[in-house]
């Protein structure tokens, strides 16, 4: 798996774990887009604008109910994006 689709999975992951928690969450939408446009520098940065926006109320959903979340997930996301995928 190469780079940018390992890091599309993280994101992917993070979704599928929570997308029925949150009704018409459009993070698979708005990642993959973000990388078919902007490939790699483009899926980070959507990423990180994801961790700075207005998500707090999902990630509180997210965490509430003991499921992965984009912060939860960040190192890890950050470490294939660098090139040090564990």
Same mark, same amino acid.
């Given at each position: 798996?190469?780079?940018?689709?390992?890091? /599309?999975?993280?994101?992917?992951?993070?979704?599928?774990?929570? @997308?029925? /928690?949150?009704?018409?969450?459009?993070? @698979?939408?708005?990642?993959?887009?973000?990388?078919?446009?902007?490939?790699?520098?483009? /899926?980070?940065?959507?990423?990180?604008?994801?961790?700075?926006?207005?998500?707090?109320?999902?990630?509180?959903? /997210?965490?509430?109910?003991?499921? @992965?979340?984009?912060?939860?997930?960040?190192?890890?996301?950050?470490?294939?994006?660098?090139?040090?995928?564990?």
């Amino acid at each position: 798996m190469d780079r940018g689709a390992a890091m /599309l999975a993280v994101v992917l992951d993070v979704y599928e774990g929570g @997308k029925d /928690l949150i009704p018409a969450w459009k993070l @698979k939408e708005h990642a993959e887009n973000a990388f078919a446009t902007g490939g790699v520098e483009g /899926l980070r940065r959507y990423y990180e604008a994801c961790l700075t926006g207005s998500g707090h109320r999902v990630k509180t959903t /997210l965490e509430r109910d003991r499921r @992965k979340t984009l912060e939860s997930e960040r190192e890890h996301f950050m470490s294939i994006y660098l090139g040090a995928a564990r």
